[in-house]
């Protein structure tokens, strides 16, 4: 196993101890370990491209960790973050995934976009936020001003998927 493929799987991993931190009201350390783990998606892109890295493993299994952090702390995260922003969270990713198989079984390949980096990026900011303000560092209206910002990018990413992947299997009618 290549060092990038063993940050995709460490960052699933540590997906358990975020969660169970949080949920026993350990923030500080649940935010340090949610930090860290979040760290591992730049560290596993950083070996698989300058260190030559890259596998067929490591390109699906790197947008499935960022699903299984950002999905698995933000149902955690219930008791701050907004129950629809979660939930379109969850039916993106799972709707774009399930047209990526799709794709795949028909031999397309549905390559990653910036938007989706995008997406990601944002999604981890409203989570950092979510942990800042539990912790007493921002306010509530920041942090639904970033809940917002990452929804619209979220939904963006959607469509732009959609779209490509339409293209891409020629489903478009």
Do not use: C, H
């Amino acid at each position: 196993m290549n060092l990038a493929n063993f940050f995709s799987l460490l960052r699933a991993v540590l997906v358990i101890p975020v969660v169970w931190f949080y949920m026993e009201g350990w923030l500080s350390l649940s935010f340090l370990v949610f930090m860290f783990a979040a760290f591992t998606d730049y560290l596993d892109g950083f070996f698989a491209r300058k260190k030559n890295q890259v596998t067929d493993f490591g390109k699906v299994f790197d947008q499935v960790s960022d699903k299984i952090l950002v999905i698995s702390t933000a149902v955690a995260m219930l008791d701050v973050l907004p129950l629809w922003y979660v939930l379109v969270i969850f039916a993106r990713d799972t709707f774009i995934n399930g047209l990526r198989i799709l794709a795949a079984s028909k031999g397309n390949v549905v390559p990653a976009r910036w938007i989706g980096k995008a997406k990601t990026v944002f999604q981890f900011v409203v989570l950092i936020g979510a942990y800042l303000f539990e912790m007493g560092f921002l306010s509530n209206t920041f942090l639904m001003f970033f809940v917002v910002l990452s929804f619209a990018v979220t939904v963006i990413s959607w469509i732009t998927y959609m779209i490509d992947i339409a293209r891409i299997t020629k489903l478009e009618g």
